[in-house]
Nanobody
Framework: QVQLVESGGGLVQPGGSLRLSCAAS????????MGWYRQAPGKQRELVAS???????NYADSVKGRFTISRNNAKNTVYLQMNSLKPEDTDVYYC???????????????WGQGTLVTVSS
């Protein structure tokens, strides 16, 4: 079984910072990409940032210049450094991994449990 465990969410004041972490574990052969999505009530889940194996990060326009995604490939871990946080960043953030399971050639998706980020005074 492949699982993604997230941590780092919480309450922060506007202008503050948080760092999210997500570690993938299980029968994973290789990970092609990891990323972060967020979803507000009644809204579709949207991409925040992603990091494919090719190395070029992708960011939503709303977070460019404020958020930074990074990966530790040896630990199957992805991070999201969030600076200059705004109230509109308040959401549940979900980690995602696209991977090959050991012994297979089919690309699969896995999701973290979600971690709540609240930006408020």
């Amino acid at each position: 079984q492949v699982q993604l465990v997230e941590s780092g969410g919480g309450l922060v004041q506007p202008g503050g910072s948080l760092r999210l972490s997500c570690a993938a574990s299980g029968s994973i052969s290789t990970i092609n990409a990891m990323g972060w999505y967020r979803q507000a009530p009644g809204k579709q889940r949207e991409l925040v940032a992603s990091m494919p194996s090719g190395g070029r990060a992708n960011y939503a326009d709303s977070v460019k210049g404020r958020f930074t995604i990074s990966r530790n490939n040896a630990k199957n871990t992805v991070y999201l450094q969030m600076n200059s946080l705004k109230p509109e960043d308040t959401d549940v953030y979900y980690c995602n991994a696209k991977f090959f399971r050991v012994g297979t050639y089919v690309l699969e998706d896995a999701w973290g449990q979600g971690t709540l980020v609240t930006v408020s005074s």
